[in-house]
């Protein structure tokens, strides 16, 4: 839906892009993340990298996709991780 605004599970076109998300209830103002270590068995300093979830939402049925602002960013952490083992 990120990409083009069409639902994948009803086809409509009412898509609402860029919704926040939160973790903490409606008025929290702290929005869903993911984390990524790059040395995740680190006691201190493991790496991490913080990318914010932004919803895409179906009007019609409901259907949500969430997707990073920095995937790359992810990617890059990840192959670090990965390397280093
Ligand atoms: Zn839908």
Do not use: R
């Amino acid at each position: 839906m990120k990409n083009q605004p069409v639902c994948p599970k009803c086809n409509s076109t009412q898509v609402i892009p860029e919704v926040q998300v939160f973790d903490q209830g409606q008025y929290s103002d702290t929005h869903l993340k993911v984390a990524l270590h790059e040395k995740p068995d680190a006691w201190l300093f493991k790496g991490t990298h913080l990318g914010v979830l932004k919803a895409w939402i179906c009007g019609t049925c409901g259907y949500t996709e969430l997707y990073l602002a920095n995937p790359q960013e992810l990617y890059a952490a990840y192959q670090a991780a990965i390397s280093k083992d």
